[in-house]
């Protein structure tokens, strides 16, 4: 059998380092195209040989890795991941386009960044062993410190030190939390064992209800800084914001930290010390993210980081559909990360290139922008509306499914983060009023419209916006089916 888990991940890395080694442009955008096009090949390849019907983790590879401490190469797909691995295979090359005319200092290590980048986070969702995921999640900080470091805006180096402090200490705590379950369990069966499952499975043998609150909360803490969730949010605007074009969107891309609260923190919730307690957590964290990112977008007269805020908002919708608990508000969940992915790379990518004609993302500076630039602004548009949730799109179904759903388990968090809905509507159109329409600001000189292959790169993006938007299902079957079986482990535990 292909290993073609193996390959989606070898692959990015390989070309990554011929990327390196490249001397000119020319040659490091065509080997950057190759790799990401061979990894979208396979995985296309997997999506429609995969059983959306099954929860069970399909194309498996297992191989004895460092035996004495009970660490396996184990990597496995299912209805958790596979969506996500798609986004990032379909969006990547087609960010490797949107670039393809840019010219910037050592175009070899900036394309090479971003191989890595794909490489380390397809990497983080396929493995089933906790060293293999723990590795991959940190190689995923490396190329975004440096993508931001280099390329990155006036004040690069405060937010990407921010960014790698703020991270690598969360994803610290987190190996505290790992490592806790890893011995707590070898303790218990006298093996050691770094699998996921294996640890997950041991979690509710821990005596302690402390002890488990504690690993639990160690765990949670990494997740929800990576997602980020308010309040440990502030180093997503300053990095987003200062990030090139292409870095802003490997950021959106990085959808780590929601498939781990799918993967591990809600598998485990149910034998905490306080399960209830955790709900909580989960439910309040997720509303107020939802409002009170709403509000700081509201605020901002930078495009960039309005949208950068408006990020911190919708993940708010990943936490709150997890605190519900079903199964519907679950798949909702996942849902806004894979719809979250495709609208905000594509409102990052309408941002840079308004600052690369008109040298600004002023809101206030700018204005009829669509008579100058109407195919930036059909496409704009589209995000905008998908990202307010408007019927029809993409956005709109995450949150309706986690609105609706969770409401039967989490009532009052709903109730509170539907305030956050009349204020996302209201950033959107106000951005969109000023920027688009209205009387063109002349003070800001000519400018063009989208290159042709940055109208291909977007306009792909956008139809997918469109086709998810009408036609769910050929993702949002496997969420459901494997937000189902994460549910059923819930229910036979009590919870």
């Known amino acids: ?197 294996h640890l997950m499975s041991q979690f509710p043998m821990i005596g302690s209800g402390i002890a488990r609150d504690a690993i639990f909360l160690a765990l949670l803490f990494g997740f929800l800084v990576k997602l980020p969730i308010v309040p440990f949010h502030s180093w997503l605007p300053d990095a987003y914001a200062e990030a090139p074009t292409a870095g802003s969107v490997l950021f959106i891309l990085l959808k780590i930290a929601g498939y781990g609260i799918f993967r591990v923190i809600l598998p485990m919730l149910p034998a905490t010390g306080s399960p209830d307690m955790m709900i909580t957590i989960l439910g309040l964290l997720g509303s107020v993210s939802i409002v009170y990112g709403a509000f700081l977008a509201l605020s901002q007269k930078d495009l960039k980081r309005m949208v950068a805020y408006s990020s911190v908002s919708h993940m708010g919708f990943v936490a709150l559909g997890a605190a519900g608990l079903v199964t519907l508000s679950i798949s909702g969940a996942m849902f806004q990360q894979f719809s979250h992915g495709l609208i905000l790379s594509i409102m990052f990518m309408s941002v840079g290139v308004i600052q690369a004609s008109t040298g600004t993302r002023n809101i206030n500076d700018l204005g009829g922008l669509a008579t100058k630039m109407p195919k930036l602004a059909v496409i704009m548009m589209l995000a905008f509306m998908a990202s307010l949730g408007l019927p029809g799109l993409t956005g709109f179904i995450a949150e309706f499914m986690v609105f609706t759903f969770s409401y039967v388990n989490v009532p009052t968090f709903v109730i509170l983060a539907l305030f956050g809905v009349v204020i996302t509507a209201g950033y959107h159109l106000w951005a969109m009023q000023r920027t688009m329409f209205g009387v063109y600001n002349g003070k800001i000189g000519e400018v063009l419209d989208l290159s042709n292959v940055q109208t291909f790169s977007m306009a792909v993006i956008a139809l997918l916006v469109l086709y998810f938007g009408l036609n769910p299902s050929p993702v949002l079957d496997m969420m459901i089916t494997g937000s189902n079986e994460i549910v059923s482990l819930m229910a036979a535990m009590g919870v």
Do not use: C
Request: net charge neutral.
């Open 1 to 197: 059998m292909l290993p073609v888990l193996s390959l989606i991940v070898l692959i990015p890395l390989l070309f990554s380092a011929f990327a390196f080694l490249t001397k000119k442009r020319e040659q490091a955008r065509v080997v950057a195209l190759m790799g990401t096009l061979i990894t979208l090949i396979l995985t296309l390849y997997m999506y429609f040989s995969f059983d959306s019907s099954s929860a069970a983790m399909q194309f498996e590879e297992l191989a004895s890795w460092i035996p004495s401490l009970g660490i396996n190469y184990h990597l496995g797909v299912d209805g958790v991941s596979m969506p996500l691995i798609l986004l990032n295979a379909i969006v990547i090359p087609l960010l490797i386009l949107f670039t393809w005319d840019d010219v910037r200092s050592t175009p070899n290590r900036f394309y090479g960044l971003i191989l890595a980048m794909q490489g380390a986070v397809i990497g983080v969702f396929i493995s089933l062993d906790f060293f293999l995921f723990y590795v991959f999640w940190e190689l995923t900080l490396i190329p975004l410190f440096f993508m931001v470091n280099i390329w990155g805006g006036p004040n690069k180096r405060h937010a990407s030190i921010k960014f790698f402090i703020y991270t690598h200490v969360a994803s610290l705590v987190m190996l505290l939390g790992i490592f806790g379950l890893y011995f707590a369990a070898w303790d218990q069966t006298g093996v050691a064992n770094m699998g996921i499952a």
